[in-house]
């Protein structure tokens, strides 16, 4: 620490930065709750107000390499307080939404902010903590996102039963109203360096990229997977990907840097990552339909048994990101994902009666797994580049957790249909109506993809470079050893 240097300041940019955190993983619980709602208000479908949710998601997947780029050519403080004005912003247009449509637009504003503020959550605390504090700050975070995902449903479900679910949109107000100020008046300017542009053609690319690919996989099941429409959107995905990994091997300053792949440190936290969450997300999807579909329990008791594996990652993770400070991230995170795939692994076996306990218990081993992997994790890719290519790291950590999240329930959904309408034959109309035996041979066909996939992630973790003898850290965060 800088003599002169308020010892403080590093809590209060937690302080700052962890509104944002939790004012954009709060509104994700919310309006999961208020969706049904909404719906009903607005006399649609289901088809069209998922993309109330999809529309936002495809925003934040789009645009977070994107926003981490921008905030290392203009600074971070800036981009990030912007979103955060945005993000609040939107969130009054979608409570004034007149319509179904005006909804959706609103949503996809609140993406743009998200995108700005996620992309730049973890870069900012990185910067203001000292390196050997990093696992400590980025678990800390981590908790945050817990809290955050934690509280949403319930505090959703209570304002949209007792005011309305407008009111859900509204609660985000005073968050950026005292929070915004605060964070323009505290943060530093980060460094930037001169002479950047905007990689216009590869952002653009990318996240038609995205959008081909979630809208192909979503609207598949609708269309018809062999039909012209579905064909043609997926193919353009992969037309489109390949377009823009071209463009980022020949623009001079591109939105990613393929060369960070060449650091196999990069390369290995980045993948394990991406498989992690791949693997984690068709829990979320999954549970609340095995809770009140199969066992028959109220909404209100499938929620709290979801509060199982957030409220574990709160407890855990700050310890986690601690000890993976004084032991080195690669044992730790793999441990994780071990622990990670067990819990998988066991909810190919749930019960298909009167589980609830012991289903809540396997929602905690999965939890566990997942705090002890992601601090260690997300220190290991921070710690893996220069302090100036912090916010580009950012955006593509959360990039990786937002794409694996919405690829993971995009194909969990279509599987655990496939398997449930097979097994189900001409017993129902669609999955939500098929007997119990049938949706437990989806839960179990989803999971065990699940479990496969942490396992290959764990293998992944073990392949990443150990720190060499006598290393410790420069300044700028990244390992050098005494020989150098």
Same mark, same amino acid.
């Given at each position: 620490?800088?003599?002169?240097?308020?010892?403080?300041?590093?809590?209060?940019?937690? #302080?700052?930065? @962890?509104?944002?955190?939790?004012?954009?993983?709060?509104?994700?619980?919310?309006?999961?709750?208020?969706?049904?709602?909404?719906?009903?208000?607005?006399?649609?479908?289901?088809?069209?107000?998922?993309?109330?949710?999809?529309?936002?998601?495809?925003?934040?997947?789009?645009?977070?390499?994107?926003?981490?780029?921008?905030?290392?050519?203009?600074?971070?403080?800036?981009?990030?307080?912007?979103?955060?004005?945005?993000?609040?912003?939107?969130?009054?247009?979608? #409570?004034? /939404? !007149? #319509?179904?449509?005006?909804?959706?637009?609103?949503?996809?504003?609140?993406?743009?902010?998200?995108?700005?503020?996620?992309?730049?959550?973890?870069?900012?605390?990185?910067?203001?903590?000292?390196?050997?504090?990093?696992?400590?700050?980025?678990?800390?975070?981590?908790?945050?996102?817990?809290?955050?995902?934690?509280? @949403?449903?319930?505090?959703?479900?209570?304002?949209?039963?007792?005011?309305?679910? $407008?009111?859900?949109?509204?609660?985000?107000?005073?968050?950026?109203?005292?929070?915004? !100020?605060?964070?323009?008046?505290?943060?530093?300017?980060?460094?930037?360096?001169?002479?950047? $542009?905007?990689?216009?053609?590869?952002?653009?690319?990318?996240?038609?990229?995205?959008?081909?690919?979630?809208?192909?996989?979503?609207?598949?099941?609708?269309?018809?997977?062999?039909?012209?429409?579905?064909?043609?959107?997926?193919?353009?995905?992969?037309?489109?990907?390949?377009?823009?990994?071209?463009?980022?091997?020949?623009?001079?300053?591109?939105?990613?840097?393929?060369?960070?792949?060449?650091?196999? @440190?990069?390369?290995?936290?980045? /993948?394990?990552?991406?498989?992690?969450?791949?693997?984690?997300?068709?829990?979320?999807?999954?549970?609340?339909?095995?809770?009140?579909?199969?066992? +028959?329990?109220? &909404?209100?008791?499938?929620?709290?048994?979801?509060?199982?594996?957030?409220?574990?990652?709160?407890?855990?993770?700050?310890?986690? +990101?601690?000890?993976?400070?004084?032991?080195?991230?690669?044992?730790?995170?793999?441990?994780?994902?071990?622990?990670?795939?067990?819990?998988?692994?066991?909810?190919?076996?749930?019960?298909?009666?009167?589980? &609830?306990?012991?289903?809540?218990?396997?929602?905690?081993?999965?939890?566990?797994?997942?705090?002890?992997?992601?601090?260690?994790?997300?220190? &290991?890719?921070?710690?893996?580049?220069?302090?100036?290519?912090?916010?580009?790291?950012?955006?593509?950590?959360?990039?990786?957790?937002?794409?694996?999240?919405?690829?993971?329930?995009?194909?969990?959904?279509?599987?655990?249909?496939?398997?449930?309408?097979? /097994?189900? @034959?001409?017993?129902?109309?669609?999955?939500?109506?098929?007997?119990?035996?049938?949706?437990?041979?989806?839960?179990?066909?989803?999971?065990?993809?699940?479990?496969?996939?942490?396992?290959?992630?764990?293998?992944?973790?073990?392949?990443?470079?150990?720190?060499?003898?006598?290393?410790?850290?420069?300044?700028?965060?990244?390992?050098?050893?005494?020989?150098?």
């Amino acid at each position: 620490m800088l003599a002169g240097e308020d010892p403080r300041y590093k809590w209060k940019v937690l #302080g700052v930065v @962890g509104s944002g955190v939790y004012m954009v993983t709060l509104d994700s619980g919310i309006v999961n709750v208020a969706l049904p709602i909404l719906t009903r208000d607005f006399a649609t479908s289901l088809v069209v107000s998922q993309w109330v949710i999809l529309g936002y998601v495809l925003c934040i997947t789009g645009l977070l390499l994107p926003a981490g780029r921008l905030a290392d050519m203009v600074g971070r403080r800036g981009v990030f307080l912007s979103g955060f004005v945005l993000f609040a912003g939107a969130s009054a247009l979608c #409570g004034l /939404a !007149p #319509g179904i449509g005006w909804l959706i637009a609103a949503r996809v504003l609140q993406g743009v902010g998200g995108a700005l503020v996620q992309a730049n959550t973890a870069a900012l605390l990185t910067q203001a903590f000292p390196a050997s504090e990093r696992g400590r700050a980025l678990g800390l975070n981590s908790s945050i996102v817990s809290v955050g995902l934690l509280s @949403g449903p319930v505090i959703g479900g209570a304002i949209t039963q007792y005011l309305g679910w $407008r009111w859900a949109f509204y609660v985000n107000l005073p968050i950026s109203l005292v929070a915004a !100020p605060v964070g323009w008046r505290l943060l530093r300017p980060s460094p930037v360096v001169p002479g950047q $542009r905007f990689d216009l053609v590869g952002s653009a690319l990318f996240l038609l990229a995205a959008v081909a690919l979630l809208l192909g996989l979503n609207q598949g099941e609708v269309w018809g997977w062999l039909s012209p429409l579905t064909i043609g959107v997926l193919a353009a995905a992969v037309l489109l990907a390949a377009a823009f990994l071209w463009v980022e091997q020949h623009v001079a300053q591109p939105t990613i840097e393929l060369s960070l792949f060449r650091n196999h @440190g990069f390369s290995v936290a980045a /993948a394990t990552a991406f498989l992690s969450f791949l693997a984690l997300s068709p829990v979320t999807l999954l549970m609340p339909f095995y809770f009140e579909l199969v066992l +028959g329990l109220p &909404a209100d008791q499938a929620g709290l048994l979801l509060v199982a594996i957030p409220a574990t990652v709160a407890c855990i993770a700050p310890f986690s +990101g601690a000890l993976s400070d004084h032991l080195g991230p690669r044992l730790i995170a793999a441990a994780g994902l071990l622990v990670e795939t067990l819990g998988l692994a066991l909810l190919i076996f749930l019960p298909p009666a009167g589980g &609830a306990l012991a289903a809540a218990v396997r929602l905690v081993i999965v939890g566990a797994g997942q705090a002890l992997f992601q601090s260690p994790n997300s220190s &290991a890719l921070f710690g893996s580049v220069p302090r100036s290519r912090l916010g580009l790291v950012g955006g593509f950590q959360a990039l990786t957790r937002n794409l694996g999240q919405s690829l993971g329930q995009v194909l969990a959904g279509t599987l655990w249909t496939s398997v449930v309408m097979a /097994a189900a @034959g001409s017993a129902a109309r669609v999955a939500v109506e098929a007997p119990a035996a049938a949706m437990m041979a989806g839960f179990r066909a989803v999971f065990t993809v699940s479990a496969a996939l942490a396992a290959v992630a764990m293998l992944v973790s073990l392949g990443r470079p150990p720190a060499p003898a006598g290393a410790h850290r420069r300044a700028d965060g990244t390992l050098t050893t005494a020989a150098e």
